[in-house]
């Protein structure tokens, strides 16, 4: 497969005119392959599944997450955490069924299999 990774560390995408740009954080990630497929593994801390958004477009993987983070209950004196969403694109190869990929959330970490065709599938061929 040739996943590629389309982000830098954080992005901006442009907005119209009126609207400053929107900035995403990218999540760090984990690509494995198998003899079925691939797993991506991301970060996203502070998204829950209604603030997940999961599009195959043009054989480009992209994975939106909006965080749902908790008001200060005070005065704010030092502040780390940022509210920014997460973005990250990947361009898929041929070899993905895109559609039968599947994702699940646990725990802030957003885990997607990405079967490969059948047909690219390696195979045992029985000599007779």
Avoid at 16 to 43: F, M, R
Avoid at 75 to 83: D, K, L, P, T, Y
Wanted: hydrophobic share 35%; no cysteine.
């Amino acid at each position: 497969m040739n996943i590629a990774n389309q982000q830098q560390s954080e992005s901006t995408v442009s907005s119209p005119p009126a609207q400053p740009p929107v900035q995403y954080l990218t999540p760090l990630a984990d690509v494995d392959s198998t003899t079925e497929g691939y797993v991506i593994s991301l970060e996203i801390p502070g998204v829950d599944k209604s603030g997940l958004e999961i599009t195959v477009d043009d054989d480009r993987l992209t994975i939106l997450g909006h965080r749902h983070l908790a008001e200060s209950a005070g005065e704010v004196v030092h502040r780390e955490i940022r509210a920014n969403d997460f973005r990250r694109v990947y361009e898929l190869g041929p070899d993905v069924d895109t559609t039968k990929i599947s994702a699940h959330l646990e725990q802030g970490v957003l885990k997607l299999t990405l079967p490969k065709l059948e047909k690219v599938k390696p195979r045992q061929i029985t000599v007779e």
